[in-house]
Nanobody, 125 residues
Framework: QVQLVESGGGLVQTGDSLRLSCAAS????????VAWFRQAPGEERVFVSN????????FYSQAVEGRFTISKDIAQNTVYLQMNVRTPEDTAVYYC??????????????????WGQGTRVTVSS
């Protein structure tokens, strides 16, 4: 059983930077990939970014490409999302998720086996 815990959310202004963390615990953590999704108020949860655990590949949605950076610390079983916030549209609950099996498309929720509880980011203009 893998547990994921997000942290780092809060209230920020456009132009600020924020770093979210996703810490994994439980059984030996060796996923195929870890992703970040976000869910804005009244909207569906959508893909933000993905990082391969055993490689250097990273992927981003168009909405965040060039503004957000995903990274990992394997020794700490932690994945980060560095956010350069430019718009209140980045307001959302941010979730991390682990793909333990490598089956499925990276931008689909159904691909991921374990989810965190989310951390809220609120952006004011």
């Amino acid at each position: 059983q893998v547990q994921l815990v997000e942290s780092g959310g809060g209230l920020v202004q456009t132009g600020d930077s924020l770093r979210l963390s996703c810490a994994a615990s439980g059984r030996t953590f060796s996923p195929y990939a870890v992703a970040w999704f976000r869910q804005a108020p009244g909207e569906e949860r959508v893909f933000v970014s993905n990082i391969r655990w055993s490689a250097d590949n990273t992927f981003y949605s168009q909405a965040v490409e060039g503004r957000f950076t995903i990274s990992k610390d394997i020794a700490q079983n932690t994945v980060y999302l560095q956010m350069n916030v430019r718009t209140p549209e980045d307001t959302a609950v941010y979730y991390c998720a682990a793909d333990l099996s490598s089956w499925g498309l990276m931008d689909q929720e159904s691909t991921y086996d374990s989810w965190g509880q989310g951390t809220r980011v609120t952006v004011s203009s």
